[in-house]
């Protein structure tokens, strides 16, 4: 195959995958929540484009019963419902498409067994019938944003934490994406959030992410948020970043950082940030709080011409992600 590029998530959908959440260590005591928030959301994507629900087969029944008109349902024994990390990504190149897909170990080894979300990506690449490449690297799609045009960001301390492939330079990461999927600059922020250190470790897609190939959307928070000084710090490195070409990056700042109320009485993030774009609508995650309005205003502006919807995210957020965390787009080729 010859050079390679990773279609932006923006760009044309011929579907959005989404996992169905399996793992009861990690959804009680709010799994019948978490069915009905994965169910919202489905429908949601459902308006505007087919999506493909991969479920373990025994939950078969209940995905078929909940499907929507343009649902579909891939079984695979799934350990549990984060698509975005363990699924394969979908590449471009000279001689066609293909999948690629790197190792998944549950982001350090944190839940067991892992072994079903790290078999899920031969199973997309059959159903849709392309071919497929596996890369001997941890990473997971959450970790990375990509501009579809050769430039990356990510966070250092979640992709160089050695709990995924042992000590790793920049240097070596960067040949690694540069192989696989076209990526001829890394733009590397230091943070992830200080509350998804004890899930991801940091992912890039809950601070920092690409909205279009010269656009890049960033976390901020308040002075009295613990991520204050972190997402800063992120801020600064991305005000002076350039893309592969050498052209300096647009940032557009979210400033308002949700937080839900867990069953535990802790509060855990829910930024907007998180959110999946469908081919017609964005979509993002809400905990029932008084900024979902002047956000809906903001993303309007951002997203001109796509429909601003929002999906509860409350049991989502006490799995530990978002909108974006459970669905991964399928370009179309």
């Known amino acids: 195959m010859g050079s390679r590029t990773v279609p932006g998530e923006w760009e044309s959908h011929t579907a959005t995958l989404v996992a169905w959440p399996t793992r009861e260590s990690v959804w009680s005591p709010w799994m019948a929540r978490a069915v009905e928030e994965y169910t919202a959301l489905v429908n949601a994507i459902a308006v505007d484009e087919s999506v493909v629900v991969i479920c373990h087969p025994r939950d078969a029944r209940q995905v078929r019963d909940l499907l929507p008109r343009n649902g579909h349902m891939l079984p695979h024994p799934i350990d549990d419902g984060w698509i975005r990390d363990n699924g394969p990504i979908l590449v471009r190149g000279e001689d066609g498409a293909m999948v690629v897909d790197f190792d998944f170990n549950s982001w350090g080894s944190r839940f067991v067994p892992y072994a079903g979300d790290a078999s899920v990506g031969g199973e997309?690449?059959?159903?849709?019938?392309?071919?497929?490449?596996?890369v001997p690297f941890v990473l997971e799609g959450g970790a990375i944003s990509t501009n579809g045009a050769g430039t990356a960001v990510v966070v250092e301390e979640?992709?160089?934490?050695?709990?995924?492939?042992?000590?790793?330079?920049?240097?070596?990461?960067?040949?690694?994406?540069?192989?696989?999927?076209?990526?001829?600059?890394?733009?590397w922020v230091p943070y992830g959030l200080l509350e998804d250190l004890a899930?991801?470790?940091?992912?890039?897609?809950?601070?920092?992410?690409?909205i279009g190939p010269g656009k890049l959307l960033a976390q901020t928070a308040?002075?009295?948020?613990?991520?204050?000084?972190?997402l800063a710090a992120n801020l600064e490195v991305?005000?002076?970043?350039?893309?592969?070409?050498?052209?300096?990056?647009?940032?557009?700042?979210?400033?308002?950082?949700?937080?839900?109320i867990m069953p535990d009485g802790s509060a855990?993030?829910?930024?907007?940030i998180n959110f999946t774009l469908t081919n017609y609508s964005v979509i993002l995650p809400t905990v029932g709080v008084d900024t979902d309005?002047?956000?809906?205003?903001?993303?309007?502006?951002?997203?001109?011409?796509?429909?601003?919807?929002?999906?509860?995210?409350?049991?989502?957020?006490?799995?530990?992600?978002?909108?974006?965390?459970?669905?991964?787009?399928w370009p179309r080729l």
């Open 124 to 134: 997309v690449a059959e159903y849709f019938d392309l071919p497929i490449e596996r």
């Open 158 to 187: 979640c992709v160089l934490n050695p709990n995924r492939n042992g000590p790793v330079t920049r240097q070596e990461f960067e040949a690694v994406v540069r192989r696989s999927l076209g990526i001829r600059h890394v733009i």
């Open 199 to 210: 899930n991801t470790d940091g992912h890039v897609d809950n601070v920092a992410v690409f």
């Open 222 to 230: 308040p002075a009295d948020n613990a991520n204050h000084t972190r």
């Open 238 to 260: 991305l005000a002076n970043s350039r893309l592969a070409g050498g052209e300096a990056v647009e940032v557009q700042v979210v400033e308002h950082l949700p937080y839900a």
């Open 268 to 272: 855990q993030p829910a930024p907007y």
């Open 293 to 329: 309005n002047a956000v809906a205003r903001q993303f309007e502006r951002i997203f001109a011409g796509r429909a601003v919807k929002f999906t509860p995210a409350v049991a989502l957020t006490h799995g530990g992600g978002g909108p974006h965390c459970v669905t991964m787009q």
